[in-house]
């Protein structure tokens, strides 16, 4: 530093107050040292990331067919703040989307599709995730389904008219 | 086309029910009581059907996909009310035992597509019947498949002006993503359906048929 006054002190004129010159030639010279002497600061517009494998919940969106609900609008609410969403976004071409609880509770997920489809549940992240389940055959659900509500139905309207026949016995 | 819980505020929900509820009570006790006893196997056999029409997905262009009704038919061979009736066990079964549409909506969609949709449908069958069965038969149905989507759409936008946190989609993808579907695919196999099966069901001249209910 006394080597930077004395050099500012030769070179400047009389008027210019040589304590001021050599601390305004200083700054840039402190300011290099710093940025070598901490590389954190170099990287202040970098952005990093952090991969934490298995912190994310993730969920498919499919209908009963197995058609899954592809680009459609989504939005998770936290337990901490039912009020307003916590993330918005659309589903994958494949019907995924994803998210990372930051607290533990019921998030509320709601998935909405142009032709009035969607679901809205709550994903429970308190207790651990059973493993995952094999995937289901949407041709026994295909069949079963309409089979146990026709099933359904006949017992009702059989019901119905054992009941009244009976009635009419009496 | 029939909605999920969540995707409609109690502001609707509960009028809905309000008036679904004593309605369908009141329905049934009128057309399914013992006197109407006759038409019972028919009945369940055509909701039985309508049931599982429903649970068909038909894939749309567009990645989505639309499903039919199918209890205009019940409001053409017997009158809306019946029609109302059936399709109100439909979806509350479909609710309650297989997840397929919401509870807390019932109300609402049990009267737009047990309802308003065959409704509609019955009045324009009244009105072309003299040009032929058939193409009336035809129409109704298509007509139906169209009120019902637009009733569900309706009550989507009013919502979205009510709370648009509960159903967040522009007014106009939605009501286009439901109702070209509708206009197309739904609603001309729901017309093919109801026609068929009316063509045949004139055919079996099946006991109870045509007969009022009660």
Same mark, same amino acid.
């Given at each position: 530093?006394?080597?930077?006054?004395?050099?500012?002190?030769?070179?400047?004129?009389?008027?210019?107050?040589?304590?001021?010159?050599?601390?305004?030639?200083?700054?840039?010279?402190?300011?290099?040292?710093?940025?070598?002497?901490?590389?954190?600061?170099?990287?202040?517009?970098?952005?990093?990331?952090?991969?934490?494998?298995?912190?994310?919940?993730?969920?498919?969106?499919?209908?009963?067919?197995?058609?899954?609900?592809?680009?459609?609008?989504?939005?998770?609410?936290?337990?901490?703040?039912?009020?307003?969403?916590?993330?918005?976004?659309?589903?994958?071409?494949?019907?995924?989307?994803?998210?990372?609880?930051?607290?533990?509770?019921?998030?509320?997920?709601?998935?909405?599709?142009?032709?009035?489809?969607?679901?809205?549940?709550?994903?429970?992240?308190?207790?651990?995730?059973?493993?995952?389940?094999?995937?289901?055959?949407?041709?026994?659900?295909?069949?079963?389904?309409?089979?146990?509500?026709?099933?359904?139905?006949?017992?009702?309207?059989?019901?119905?008219?054992?009941?009244?026949?009976?009635?009419?016995?009496? | 086309?029939?909605?999920?819980?969540?995707?409609?505020?109690?502001?609707?929900?509960?009028?809905?029910?309000?008036?679904?509820?004593?309605?369908?009570?009141?329905?049934?006790?009128?057309?399914?009581?013992?006197?109407?006893?006759?038409?019972?196997?028919?009945?369940?056999? =055509?909701?039985?059907?309508?049931?599982?029409?429903?649970?068909? /997905?038909?894939?749309?262009?567009?990645?989505?996909?639309?499903?039919?009704?199918?209890?205009?038919?019940?409001?053409?061979?017997?009158?809306?009310?019946?029609?109302?009736?059936?399709?109100?066990?439909?979806?509350? =079964?479909?609710?309650?035992?297989?997840?397929?549409?919401?509870?807390?909506?019932?109300? /609402?969609?049990?009267?737009?597509?047990?309802?308003?949709?065959?409704?509609?449908?019955?009045?324009?069958?009244?009105?072309?019947?003299?040009?032929?069965?058939?193409?009336?038969?035809?129409?109704?149905?298509? /007509?139906?498949?169209?009120?019902?989507?637009?009733?569900?759409?309706?009550?989507?936008?009013?919502?979205?002006?009510?709370?648009?946190?509960?159903?967040?989609?522009?007014?106009?993808?939605?009501?286009?993503?439901?109702?070209?579907?509708?206009?197309?695919?739904?609603?001309?196999?729901?017309?093919?359906?109801?026609?068929?099966? =009316?063509?045949?069901?004139?055919?079996?001249?099946?006991?109870?048929?045509?007969?009022?209910?009660?």
């Amino acid at each position: 530093m006394r080597v930077l006054a004395l050099v500012v002190a030769l070179a400047a004129p009389r008027s210019v107050p040589v304590v001021a010159l050599a601390a305004l030639l200083a700054v840039p010279v402190v300011a290099l040292a710093a940025l070598l002497a901490v590389p954190v600061v170099v990287q202040a517009h970098e952005v990093l990331h952090e991969v934490r494998p298995g912190g994310a919940v993730a969920l498919k969106a499919f209908e009963p067919g197995g058609e899954v609900l592809a680009d459609a609008p989504y939005q998770v609410w936290s337990p901490a703040d039912p009020g307003s969403p916590w993330q918005t976004g659309r589903t994958d071409r494949a019907g995924w989307l994803s998210f990372v609880p930051a607290v533990p509770g019921s998030w509320r997920v709601k998935v909405v599709e142009a032709s009035g489809h969607g679901l809205d549940v709550l994903i429970d992240t308190a207790t651990p995730a059973p493993p995952p389940a094999p995937a289901g055959d949407p041709g026994a659900a295909f069949v079963l389904r309409p089979l146990l509500g026709a099933l359904l139905i006949g017992a009702l309207f059989g019901g119905l008219v054992l009941l009244y026949r009976k009635k009419a016995r009496r | 086309m029939h909605l999920p819980d969540g995707f409609l505020s109690p502001q609707l929900t509960l009028p809905a029910f309000a008036v679904a509820a004593p309605l369908c009570a009141w329905a049934a006790r009128r057309r399914f009581g013992p006197s109407g006893a006759e038409a019972l196997p028919v009945l369940g056999t =055509l909701t039985a059907l309508a049931f599982v029409i429903q649970t068909i /997905v038909i894939p749309v262009p567009g990645g989505t996909s639309t499903h039919l009704v199918g209890v205009t038919l019940l409001a053409l061979l017997y009158d809306p009310l019946t029609a109302f009736v059936c399709e109100a066990l439909v979806l509350v =079964l479909q609710a309650v035992f297989f997840g397929a549409g919401g509870v807390t909506v019932l109300g /609402v969609n049990a009267l737009a597509l047990g309802l308003l949709g065959p409704l509609c449908g019955w009045l324009v069958f009244k009105l072309i019947r003299p040009l032929g069965e058939r193409v009336a038969a035809f129409l109704a149905a298509w /007509v139906a498949m169209q009120a019902s989507t637009a009733a569900v759409v309706g009550v989507l936008w009013l919502q979205r002006l009510l709370d648009p946190a509960y159903f967040p989609m522009e007014p106009a993808v939605m009501a286009a993503g439901m109702l070209l579907p509708s206009l197309t695919v739904a609603g001309l196999l729901e017309g093919g359906y109801t026609l068929l099966a =009316l063509s045949l069901l004139r055919k079996a001249n099946l006991r109870g048929l045509d007969r009022p209910t009660a």
